[in-house]
């Protein structure tokens, strides 16, 4: 890389990162989950009962205007009753605040942060957003250096930046730039065949814990590429950790995270009844699916999916089933930029939403940054990109066996 190029690139990097930094600190959007996750500082504090609820919103009173504070407090649609009764509760009620915190204190590296930066701007309202832009900025640093690997051009950063949602992470009071942040540290290591992957993957379900599903799928990659002893130690710690995590924070459980999450929300989740009613389960993967065919990172899924389909296509002389599993597993093993950019984030997002239906665009905007990286890195490469000319039965078959020699002719 020339001198002017290297110039460049810093450049580009450091006018990114200074804007997603300023925007998330001084425009913060300022959503409900603030009041949640003050609270939760506010109860690792010792806090309990009026006394927290008094406190947690007289801070976010103090750094929301009146109007934020009356949307924050009474909904922001009129016409939904059960925004606003929820809201009105928790707000009015200190069991109902009480009962929202075991959904948020599992993020327990996030909630440690914001109660460290809160204690220097003095006030946990604050520090929520300026974590969140803090990690957002790093986020992107490591990023940049995903892009040098997979040897996609520097420019392109700013717009892997707006298009996956990166920039819009930084303005959150959530822990989901912090995940991200070591999300992307977690795949960039598995790029480079570091030994750190297996310390971040084991660590990451502190991060968020529905990022356990990327520390399995790290460590199968790894596992398949012979690293078979570090990775059952990394999973099982992680899973641990997952465990313990849960455990600690008094989570409800997975079904009454389904419930209060995509049926209806409730004060009191503690007392929460499960739906009996067959279609309050079917309708939330409905609507998943149309909010994330919807969305605006969705691009970076439905182009990544048609090159994919596009390569194999052209590419693949299709083997029986007992030969299909062997072509993936060495897929894993030799082409591990592909692995890591493409089948991790999509399969990362699909058992997500199989889990929890629920497409909040900032829960997969590291997968959304990955496929875009994948599609920059491999769309313009020649003999890849998918409207070039289709190779000859013959040729495909031989493509395929040069990689693996028992799947090329028969």
Known sequence: MSSLSTAVSWVVLCVTVACVLLVGIKKPSQ?????AYVASAYQLDGLRGQELSSRTYAD?????S???????????????????????TVYSDPKALTEQIPFYSIKIVYIELLRLVGHVVDSYSKSTYIVSSVFSALGIVVLSRVLYIANVHFL????????????????TSSADSLAVFAGMLCILALLKRSRMVFLLAAILPAMRTDYILISMLVLAVEFVRERRAASIISAAVALLAYISIN???????????????????????AELTPSSNWMDYIRPYVAAIYDMISSSNSIAY???IYFVCALLLRDWRIPPISRLARYV????????????LLVVPILFVAGHLLMFPDYEPRFFVLSAALALVWILSKGTIKGLAPWQRARSPTEASAAVGALDPSLGPA
């Open 66 to 88: 009146d109007d934020k504070f009356k949307t924050l407090t009474e909904g922001d649609h009129p016409g939904n009753l059960v925004e606003s009764n929820y809201r009105k």
């Open 156 to 171: 392109a950063l700013p717009f892997i930046v707006m298009g996956s949602g990166v920039s819009e992470l930084a303005k």
């Open 60 to 64: 976010v009173r103090a750094d929301v």
């Open 247 to 269: 455990k600690f924070s008094g989570n409800y459980g997975w079904l009454t995270l389904f419930n209060h999450s995509v049926v209806a929300a409730t004060p009191y989740p």
């Open 329 to 340: 597993l060495m897929v894993c093993r030799k082409d591990i930029q592909s692995t890591a």
């Open 31 to 35: 959503d409900w989950d603030i009041i």
């Open 302 to 304: 439905v182009v990544a």
